[in-house]
């Protein structure tokens, strides 16, 4: 399979090794590989830095991406990176889920440090609004126990 045959006449040629490197397929690779890291940045980062509590509990299912709340440790509302004042959520909510196409889950992401108050009253205005379907978000316990 790897022999080679001269032709008869004496005349063959020598082959000389190419000394040109082929890039091509390195380019491919990369363009593919950033292609996916621009695709799956984004949702990998939240804008709202948060220290959520941990539970050990089972994760939900996530079909598509969830309209998430946040409150942070001063107690702002965040409809997902924009901040809201308390008297407006309601009617953002509404907008944005109506821009999302309707009825879809909403979590609910509480900083560990703040009043447990202040997450109950977001969740309390989300549900008496009619909308029913709102998850709190928390870390998963480690093996530690923390």
Known sequence: MGASVKKPGGGG?????????????????????????????????????????????????????????????????????????????IPKLAEVLKARDGDERIYVRGDEGIDYGRVIEVVSRINRSGFNKVALVTKPVDQSGR
């Open 13 to 89: 040629r020598r082959y000389r090794p190419v000394a040109e490197i082929n890039v091509t397929p390195f380019v491919d690779v990369m363009l593919v590989l950033l292609i996916v890291f621009m695709v799956t940045a984004p949702l990998l980062t939240l804008a709202v830095p948060l220290d959520l509590p941990r539970a050990d509990a089972q994760s939900m299912p996530d079909d598509n991406k969830p309209l998430t709340i946040s409150i942070d440790a001063e107690g702002a509302v965040f409809i997902e990176d924009e901040e809201v004042p308390m008297d407006d959520l």
